[in-house]
């Protein structure tokens, strides 16, 4: 059973930085993607950066390009953000979600739909305010 644990959420000033953490289990880390995806209060789902783990590609929206990064840990089945310069737009709650297409991590404005996650994270909270 494919298990997504996020963590790293929080609440930080504008301009602050945060690193969320989504540990994997259960799932064939180094086939397939992992896609990050954020949902503000009465907004649709989007996705926000993604990696192809078996040759590193990553996708950002252009929204974060320049200010996050994803990255992978693959002998901790771990895949990472690292938020920095957090601005008022980027508060949402955070998901992790596998990539499982036979080519994952093509285009980043794939709704959640067309990306068809195998398995979500629970999602965590990411908040900024001065």
């Known amino acids: 059973q494919v298990q997504l644990v996020e963590s790293g959420g929080g609440l930080v000033q504008p301009g602050g930085s945060l690193r969320l953490s989504c540990a994997i289990s259960?799932?064939?880390?180094?086939?397939?993607?992992i896609t990050w995806f954020r949902q503000a209060p009465g907004k649709e789902r989007e996705g926000v950066a993604c990696?192809?783990?078996?040759?590193?590609?990553?996708q950002y929206v252009d929204s974060v390009k320049g200010r996050f990064t994803v990255s992978n840990d693959k002998a901790k089945h771990t895949v990472y953000l690292q938020m920095n310069n957090l601005k008022p737009e980027d508060p949402a709650v955070y998901y992790c979600?596998?990539?499982?297409?036979?080519?994952?991590?093509?285009?980043?404005?794939?709704?959640?739909?067309?990306?068809?996650?195998?398995?979500w994270g629970q999602g965590t909270q990411v908040s900024v305010s001065s």
């Open positions: 259960g799932f064939t880390f180094d086939y397939y993607g």
């Open positions: 990696i192809s783990n078996s040759d590193g590609r990553t």
């Open positions: 979600a596998t990539d499982e297409r036979e080519v994952p991590c093509t285009n980043i404005n794939d709704s959640p739909d067309e990306v068809e996650p195998g398995s």
